[in-house]
């Protein structure tokens, strides 16, 4: 019971999230560089810098985004980076990457100078995305569904940015009674995981605050979209 404009929708999102991705030479240096707090703090700014600019690249694709205004584009892609680079390498860890780059990945967070006190509720998060054995197009919706909420600071037409999340989570809902027709929960149980994303994003912006106090350095792209330095 899928429409056709509603498949339509999804094939654009699911293409955009595809053709969008981290160049394999960046993804590679995970299991290349050192060891070592620093390097591993270099390694995953260097990480962050492309996966916001591949989340641009794929925000732009998400029809009727564009059509947006220009300041409410800018207040969604800052107020979601945080929380779609969070889904993103959430399924990098879920997804058991060829050569062992998933715990690369955790041994280099765990090793970057970040507080012990955000580890648990982000681990927490990676498990909670993995059990959930998200398909891609469930992925790429989702991200698309987080990137377009209304209620962002400084969005100033809430209507607009509704009217295409709304389009998405019709599509998304009916997407998981397809895919897994035996947990009625499983849309809920999907929808839960954005307010979990609500929680890491506000963590994530104290862990900001004191990697900035040992003066770690971010780059340009980074300071802009997350509002450093
Ligand atoms: C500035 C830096 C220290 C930082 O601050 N907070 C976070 C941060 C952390 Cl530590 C966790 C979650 C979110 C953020 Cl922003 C980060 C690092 O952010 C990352 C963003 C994205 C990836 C990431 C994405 C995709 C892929 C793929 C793929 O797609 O094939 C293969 S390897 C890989 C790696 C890793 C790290």
Redesign the pocket.
């Known amino acids: 019971e899928i429409t056709k404009e509603q498949r339509a929708l999804m094939k654009a999102i699911v293409d955009a999230y595809n053709r969008h ?2 160049p394999q030479d960046v ?1 590679k240096k ?1 299991l290349q560089e050192q060891y070592s707090p620093e390097e591993n ?1 270099l390694l ?2 260097e ?2 810098t492309s ?1 916001v600019q591949v989340l641009v690249e794929f925000t732009k694709n998400i029809p009727g985004f564009v059509s947006l205004d220009r300041e409410d584009q800018i207040a969604l892609l800052k107020g979601s980076a ?1 929380e779609a ?2 889904l ?2 959430a399924q ?1 860890f879920s997804r058991k ?1 060829p050569s062992g ?1 998933t715990d690369v ?1 955790e041994e280099r ?1 765990r090793k ?1 100078g ?1 507080p012990e006190e955000f580890m648990t509720p ?1 681990f927490n998060f990676y498990k909670s995305i993995g059990e959930l054995h998200m398909v891609q197009e469930e992925q790429a919706i989702l991200t698309a569904i987080t990137i377009l909420t209304p209620d962002r600071p400084y969005v100033k037409d809430h209507q607009a940015v509704e009217r295409l999340q709304e389009s998405m989570l019709v599509v998304l809902r009916k997407l998981c009674v397809l895919q897994h027709p035996q947990e009625l929960q499983y849309f809920a149980r999907l929808l839960g995981r954005l307010t979990e994303l609500r929680t890491l994003s506000h963590y ?1 912006a104290e ?1 900001l605050t004191s990697w900035r106090m040992n003066d770690h350095k ?1 780059t340009p792209l ?1 300071c802009e979209i997350w509002d450093v330095q």
């Open positions: 991705q981290i993804a995970l703090f995953l700014t990480m962050a996966q945080v680079m969070f993103r390498s990098v990457m780059h990945l967070i970057s970040m982000m994530h862990m971010f980074l």
